[in-house]
């Protein structure tokens, strides 16, 4: 069993950083990080893979978030530059099984997660 803790979130001016982080109780394979939006369904922001050459990001935020791990410390982040009030939403922290990569977390619908973080609440206000 694995937990994920997340932390880092906040209230952000629209342009702002933010930079989230996902602390794992144990070894994770790859990472993932989703967010749901009010009367939205979650959705994935980004993925990646235990080696963290593989990272897959959906299309809003490209170029403005950035995912990247320390395997030493069993920590996935998220760094979130340029804002804007679209991004404001609940941030989970995801790791699947075995045999799961980055790439099945960012276009498998629902995505193969098997532990999730408590999620951490992002407001960007404009």
């Known amino acids: 069993q694995v937990q994920l803790v997340e932390s880092g979130g906040g209230l952000v001016q629209a342009g702002g950083s933010l930079r989230l982080s996902c602390a794992a109780s144990g070894r994770t394979y790859a990472m993932g990080w989703f967010r749901q939006a009010p009367g939205k369904e979650r959705e994935f922001v980004a993925t990646?893979?235990?080696?963290?050459?593989?990272?897959y990001y959906t299309d809003s935020v490209k170029g403005r978030f950035t995912i990247s791990r320390d395997n030493a410390k069993n920590t996935a982040y998220l760094q979130m530059n340029s804002l804007k009030p679209e991004d404001t939403a609940v941030y989970y922290c995801?790791?699947?099984?075995?045999?799961?990569?980055?790439?099945?977390?960012?276009?498998?619908?629902?995505?193969?997660?098997?532990?999730w973080g408590q999620g951490t609440q992002v407001t960007v206000s404009s």
């Open positions: 995801a790791a699947p099984g075995l045999g799961i990569t980055a790439r099945m977390m960012s276009n498998m619908k629902p995505p193969p997660v098997h532990y």
């Open positions: 990646i893979s235990s080696s963290a050459i593989d990272i």
